[in-house]
């Protein structure tokens, strides 16, 4: 059994970070091991006051959170994040973010989860890479 798309929606609702960031979850796909959450611009998001342009921390922000909740779909709890990595493809301007999370392991200690962020129109911005830990808590 896994966390359903509604179930992953109350806990982003949940946390007042990611309230903050108003993600949506938009698609969960069990088999595939994967999620996609929307996240839409915000003044506080702009690397220059009036660009439009993502600032690389909410675009980091985004990713990992992404990437947990991919892992929290098979695990059905949140994991702490142990490495984190993001490669900048290019600006996203004037755009929402369509974030997409895929398990790629789910070790006894370790998991490995990639995100794909996308603009609107489904141009690549940045990929993330992030391993959590998988160790069930004491």
Do not use: C
């Amino acid at each position: 059994m896994s966390l359903t798309k509604e179930e992953i929606q109350r806990h982003l609702d949940n946390s007042p970070f990611i309230a903050f960031l108003k993600m949506e979850v938009k698609d969960v796909n069990e088999g595939k091991q994967q999620i996609t959450i929307r996240t839409p611009m915000r003044p506080e998001f702009e690397r220059g006051a009036g660009t439009g342009q993502w600032h690389g921390g909410p675009i980091a922000a985004v990713i990992d959170t992404v990437g947990d909740y991919a892992a929290a779909l098979v695990l059905e709890r949140t994991l702490p994040t142990v490495n984190f990595r993001v490669d900048y493809i290019r600006p996203a301007v004037a755009t929402a973010l369509n974030a997409v999370g895929t398990v790629r392991r789910l070790g006894k200690s370790v998991g490995v989860v990639d995100v794909d962020v996308f603009d609107d129109q489904g141009v690549l911005v940045a990929i993330g890479r992030a391993t959590y830990s998988t160790l069930t808590p004491t």
